[in-house]
């Protein structure tokens, strides 16, 4: 089995990092459900602020509240108003059209995204 990107939120702004938290990353509920990421599952965040990379598990937040909490010990690592990508992966033997989002620095939901076969991001109207 081979894994290939499922679900990718790109370009989210970092809203909050708690270090005294238990672990993970919080996410606005609305977001995650355009990605079809799932609670406790398991996201790659990559900071395109420091280079950081992590992987833990997502937890929904408030809807519509453009949340993006990193907790617990990864909060070393993230800090809050840095720009991060968050990524989920599954499993398969051909890829399949990951589902992608762009948000903007509120983390509001801009526009879906696509990948091509070149590797160029691709505007897609609003679902």
Known sequence: MRQFLRAKIHRATVTEANLDYMGSVTIDSELMERVDLAPYERVLI???TNGARLETYAIPGEPGSGVLCINGAAAHLVQEGDQVILMAFGFGEVPCQPRQILVDERNAYVRDIETS???V????PAR
Request: hydrophobic share 30%; proline share 0%; no cysteine.
């Open 117 to 119: 076969e070149r590797g």
């Open 46 to 48: 990559v900071d395109n």
């Open 121 to 124: 991001i691709e505007t897609m």
